[in-house]
């Protein structure tokens, strides 16, 4: 028998299993195929909405999910890959594999030590769900300075989406008083890292809903009062979030020297791990802890979009290897994005230099049939396996299916 096993169980690591799932059904050879996918929690976190209220209904049950289409579920934090050997190592208890897909995509870039004795993130269901229910908290906090301030560090797509819904989410919560959220950034504007495209869009939505900006200055100290800036500005809060970016799974840089500024993992065309160490080539990674070329000239993003297709190449590949079929080569020339931006309705654009297509209202239903339906993966078995081929979710039927509910 031979065993696939995949690392997490996000975006990338379920829709690699699922590839596998289909060749393994389409193809005698990989019958006895055994894929088993390994993760810390049994939930496939929605990661992209961790920013709206009641955070801890963001996700769904993966193990139905996997065992609909044959793909064993163990639960585990993963310590380290033996390359060489070809095991997986959780704690003291270790499996084997004949290919490995790597996906464990990312985690929030933390701030040094030094400031980051406070505050919350949205980066995890479990982080997210900590804010929640500290926001919920306040009411029942007595009336003091700082008591409905919010401030945001990092100005980038989490903290735009995070500023803007956040003062419906308080005024829902029953604050009478005024609400004052604080976004900082230490580039020279808010949303500067999504380009020119959609910066009125951005500013508009964060003027109208009052949202104080602090560029160009970082976090010099933080204390259960409230935060200092590098400007000596205080600000009193009793609510700090940490939106500063994402780093690759620390995985990456145990397996691989040949990593990124993001700490993300090279990959080949067909997300096999660049190197020639033993066993290297048995080792496919996908989705937020994978740098591949999405075409000529761009790195794929971490992103929903590209964890999605690249785990769906990464499975395909790994099981095709196996069974001696030819690989499926990984390109997804075009983008798409969309930002929601509370009040303001939400900005669609288009390509790698956000040219923006749709915004208020259009783009916010847009992002809400995203949200709620395009990337959560199907329950049953036959919609799973038909979803899974890397063909199917190319980026032209995604864009397709995005545009048809602009008209
Ligand atoms: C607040 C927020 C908003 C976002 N908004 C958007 C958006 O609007 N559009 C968009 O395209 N993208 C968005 N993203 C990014 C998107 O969520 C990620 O790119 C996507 O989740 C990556 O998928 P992945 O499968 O590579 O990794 P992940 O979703 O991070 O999944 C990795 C899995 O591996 C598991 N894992 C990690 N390490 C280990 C270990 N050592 N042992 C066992 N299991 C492990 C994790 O628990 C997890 O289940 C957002 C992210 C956040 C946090």
Known sequence: MTRLVI??????????????????????????????????EDQLVIRPRLYEANPSQMSVPLIPRLEAIGVRFERGEISSVDVGGAKVWCAATSISYDRLVLATGSELARPSESVDGHGFDIDTLAGASALDRHLRGLTARPESEGRWTVVIVGGGFTGIELATALPERLRDLGSASAIR????????????????GPNAAIHNALTAAGIETRTGVTIASTDSQGVTLSSGERIVCQTLV?????????????????TDGLGRIAVTPELRLVGNGAGINHVFAAGDVAHAAADRDHAILQSCQHAQVTGRFAGYNAAADLAGLPFQTYRQPLYTTCLDLGHSGAVLTKGWDRTVEATGEIAKTIKRRINTQLIYPPADREAILAAASPAVMDEVMFRSRILAMTK
Request: glycine share 10%; no cysteine; hydrophobic share 55%.
């Open 7 to 40: 690392a997490g169980g996000g975006f990338a690591g379920f829709w690699a299993a699922a590839a596998a799932a289909r060749l393994r059904s389409d193809v005698p050879a990989l019958a006895s195929l055994e894929i088993v996918l390994i993760s810390r």
């Open 242 to 258: 940490w939106t500063t970016g994402m780093r690759a799974s620390p995985l990456a840089a145990k397996i691989s020297t040949r």
């Open 181 to 196: 959220v604080v976004m900082v950034d230490i580039a020279d504007r808010i949303g500067a890292s999504l380009g020119d």
